[in-house]
């Protein structure tokens, strides 16, 4: 796990080259003009527009919106219907140019009703990206929201041009303020929208806030690509010892996402440097009995760390009874509790450990919490879990392994 696993942070560098607008567009509605409001040179070549859409034939449409437009001195409402029409043909037609044209007449018309422009302004921000006018589509997406507009597409597909166009401080801006509209309403932010968020902090260089979003996604949408994430995340802190690299390896495999053999050999390693053989041995029988370990040129190497594992287990064995029977203190009430602990006998772990605690003077207290909190979790008492885990403090390595595993005891 020091050498973090290169596809684990696939998804974010997945995401930056999504290109597909992400909501349906709107159809700009090309309202059947009523002769009484409309001149006869100009409803005519209009309503012959509309009939060659209905046929499909978008290139007849546009030519007679635009025969409509080369009437004299047009009246802004007949320009408005004549632009609606052009705008609808242009759009299905897939002339972006024209489109957009029409379209901004449209929403910046005083003759259209502000409850129109809002389906405008979603087929205008679509064929601004279908052009690859980022710019664009960003302005006239930003105007959307704050006339009301409530497509949840809009503003995320406007946070994803920002992405794309390397504008990375815009869309935690962005984002944040989204953050902030969904906690007024008791709601979560969409993940691609955390997902993004995750992203600018990657490319601003922004550690702190990265790690803030991650743990955010595995809190929110918890996967075993962002778990992995995190905990390699962790690793990498500085000044990590030993039994934190084991209790974030624990985590791991709790999450599903032990896979390597590396992962599996560090585990081991660390957990007889920790004097819990008995942990090392289990770890590497699971690790032969998934068949990633055993074989290739590691496999002589493997089948000895197994053999010392188990002999180490066996010599504990002889002096754990003698351990827990002259156990009177917090430190060897604790050293008890961890042997349970690796063992997986999860009652008497957190039964050793609650004396531990209850005799105090540790000073691995946090640890040792932690310890009795992941062996309620798996008793399945998670609401003693998460009591215990709300002690820890001080330790950021610690507070933050509790706060995961508190996502857990859900």
Not at 284 to 295: A, E, H, N, R, T
């Amino acid at each position: 796990m020091k050498k973090q696993r290169a596809h684990t942070a696939h998804w974010a560098n997945q995401l930056i080259l999504l290109t597909g607008l992400l909501f349906c567009m709107a159809s700009v509605h090309a309202q059947a003009p009523a002769p009484a409001t409309l001149r006869a040179e100009v409803h005519k070549p209009l309503t012959a527009a509309q009939e060659a859409m209905k046929s499909n034939q978008m290139d007849q449409a546009l030519s007679f919106t635009r025969e409509a437009l080369a009437v004299s001195q047009l009246t802004p409402v007949e320009r408005a219907f004549v632009m609606r029409t052009q705008a609808a043909a242009a759009v299905r037609a897939k002339n972006w140019d024209l489109a957009i044209e029409s379209l901004e007449f449209l929403v910046t018309s005083p003759d259209v009703p502000q409850t129109d422009k809002r389906s405008m302004l979603e087929s205008l921000m679509n064929a601004c990206l279908q052009k690859k006018d980022n710019t664009r589509a960003v302005k006239w997406g930003r105007q959307y929201l704050q006339d009301g507009g409530t497509n949840p597409g809009i503003r995320l597909a406007m946070i994803q041009t920002l992405s794309v166009m390397g504008e990375h401080k815009q869309v935690l801006q962005e984002v944040q303020e989204k953050m902030r509209l969904d906690a007024a309403a008791g709601q979560k932010t969409p993940e691609q929208e955390l997902r993004l968020m995750a992203i600018s902090y990657r490319q601003l260089k922004d550690d702190a806030g990265y790690m803030s979003t991650l743990k955010r996604l595995v809190n929110d949408y918890p996967t075993k690509a962002y778990w992995v994430e995190v905990i390699g995340r962790m690793s990498q802190q500085p000044g990590l010892n030993p039994r934190q690299e084991l209790n974030l390896y624990r985590l791991l495999e709790q999450t599903g996402n032990m896979e390597e053999v590396d992962e599996y050999i560090e585990m081991a390693n660390l957990a007889i440097k920790a004097g819990l053989p008995a942990e090392a041995l289990r770890v590497l029988s699971k690790g032969f009995d998934q068949g990633v370990l055993g074989k290739g040129a590691g496999a002589t190497l493997h089948n000895k760390l197994r053999a010392d594992a188990q002999k180490k287990t066996q010599e504990d064995a002889k002096g754990f009874a003698p351990l827990e029977k002259s156990a009177k203190d917090a430190v060897t009430w604790a050293a008890v509790a961890d042997v349970y602990f690796s063992q997986q006998n999860w009652t008497a772990a957190h039964a050793a450990y609650a004396k531990a605690l209850e005799l105090g003077g540790s000073k691995r207290e946090n640890e040792l919490r932690l310890h009795a909190a992941i062996s309620l979790f798996q008793l399945g008492q998670k609401d003693g879990a998460r009591q215990q885990l709300a002690n820890i403090k001080g330790d950021v390595v610690w507070t933050d392994m509790a706060a995961l595993w508190g996502i857990l005891a859900r």
